[in-house]
């Protein structure tokens, strides 16, 4: 410790998430460019219970060439000793041992609860470090409280206070490549594939890479399938979208299912469930892929370095003002904006998710993960029909066109294909111009 810098101690805890390395980079950085001294805590809350070598000084270099890595490379752990009193004790004497009492945490919501606990134990924690002896009582005066910065760790996006967490665009990648890899050996034998991403409590990575890879069918945590009494059961309703499907042309058929997913009653629905009642039910075989901790794994993705630095650089700036935040944050990012918000505050609105799982109250769930969830699901609801909605007689149609101008962009596609698609469920006639505005006067 250097006489009266500021002192920051920055970890990683719980599941890795690809990212993690661009943020600790930045908060080594911003604090070093601050005049900080900064530590780096290996292995998560296990690193800081140890103490000794896993509290490392950091300089310029020690964040060197970890940008592209995927994981995090000052290790990580799930630790769940840490719920114990005895252990936070442990674990602040081995901050003050350096000065520390600012933390940057960056890790999921077990994480981030651990981090919100420890700040409001300092201060008690300190009175029993100054009863024991272990520390003096200046000691204990210099540090009256423990700021604390988090930022989400987590590939699930199942944290309030990020639009998107770190490591989820990547794991967005990954399935994506993995299920456009699945869909030509599907198509090639008309078959139908179960694919399982992970995904405990959430379903927004099963939703998302749905929309992103036009898949049939999606099982996710916050909205089981629908059961209205006396109509058919989710299992014939899905047996049937596979057929329509085949009828209408469509070789390859994808089911994404969220690991955590469940039917109306709660009950899990697994990759084996799914796959039997196809089976039995389409009299075809149905194979499965557990994608598992591939996901995980890997470089991180462009948005994620960005944002994981952008995010990085924000937490360390703001736990390094004077005076630092008084109530722990989470620094996160909104409508492309970096916004904190009390760590308290989003672990609340966190946790009513679950809650509302929990009591099956599934609209609320949906609603508590925020408007946005929902509308990508009711678009997919309407992408992944087979066949469009019959006209309504007495509806106005329109002639409507497409034409794409100028230079093209990996995107464009995705794009036309939605446009085509509503119009025609709305019973409009779309039609495409070829070659941009030349295709147009030709
Ligand atoms: O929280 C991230 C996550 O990848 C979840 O999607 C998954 O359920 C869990 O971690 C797996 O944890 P572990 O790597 O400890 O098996």
Redesign the pocket.
């Known amino acids: 410790m250097t006489k009266n810098k500021k002192c920051i101690g920055v970890l990683t805890s719980?599941?890795d998430a690809p990212g993690m390395n661009a943020a600790v980079r930045a908060v080594v950085r911003s604090a070093i460019h601050y005049h900080a001294d900064v530590y780096i805590i290996r292995e998560g809350y296990k690193g800081l219970m140890a103490g000794g070598e896993y509290i490392v000084k950091a300089n310029w270099d020690s964040v060197s060439g970890i940008l592209d890595k995927g994981g995090t490379s000052i290790g990580t752990a799930?630790c769940p000793e840490f719920k114990n009193e005895e252990t936070r004790k442990k674990a602040a004497h081995n901050l003050l041992k350096h000065g520390i009492d600012r933390l940057v945490v960056i890790g999921?919501d077990g994480s981030l609860t651990g981090a919100k606990e420890f700040n409001s134990d300092w201060p008690q924690l300190l009175s029993q470090l100054v009863k024991e002896k272990k520390i003096s009582e200046e000691t204990a005066r210099k540090h009256p409280s423990l700021s604390v910065v988090g930022l989400i760790g987590?590939?699930?996006n199942d944290v309030y206070g990020s639009d998107m967490t770190i490591g989820t665009d990547t794991a967005l990648h990954r399935i994506l490549e993995a299920v456009d890899a699945i869909n030509s050996t599907a198509y090639s034998h008309q078959r139908t594939f179960i694919v399982e991403v992970?995904?405990?409590k959430c379903g927004y990575l099963a939703l998302m890479s749905t929309l992103i890879t036009g898949s049939d069918w999606v099982f996710i945590p916050e909205s089981p399938p629908a059961q209205k009494r006396g109509g058919p059961s989710w299992e014939e309703h899905l047996c049937d979208q596979i057929k329509n499907g085949r009828k209408a042309g469509r070789r390859a058929s994808i089911i994404i299912l969220a690991?955590g997913a469940t039917d109306y009653d709660g009950k899990r629905i697994t990759s084996e469930r799914v796959k039997h009642e196809l089976e039995s039910r389409l009299n075809e075989e149905v194979r499965i892929t557990i994608l598992g901790?591939v996901?995980?794994g890997g470089s991180p993705s462009a948005y994620d370095r960005n944002m994981s630095t952008i995010l990085g650089h924000a937490a360390a700036e703001k736990i390094l003002c004077d005076p630092p935040p008084d109530r722990p944050l989470i620094v996160g990012m909104r409508g492309n904006n970096v916004e904190y918000i009390l760590l308290d505050d989003a672990l609340v609105k966190t946790s009513a998710v679950a809650d509302a799982i929990s009591k099956k109250n599934y609209e609320r769930a949906m609603e508590s993960r925020g408007i946005y969830l929902k509308e990508i699901y009711n678009i997919i609801g309407l992408l992944i029909k087979p066949t469009p909605r019959p006209p309504e007689p007495t509806q106005d149609h329109y002639n409507l066109a497409l034409i794409h101008c100028g230079t093209q962009a990996p995107g464009m596609n995705t794009a036309a294909r939605v446009a085509v698609r509503v119009a025609i469920d709305n019973g409009h006639n779309i039609i495409g111009i070829k070659h941009g505005f030349d295709g147009l006067i030709k």
């Open positions: 719980g599941g799930r999921g987590s590939i699930d992970m995904g405990n690991e901790h996901q995980r």
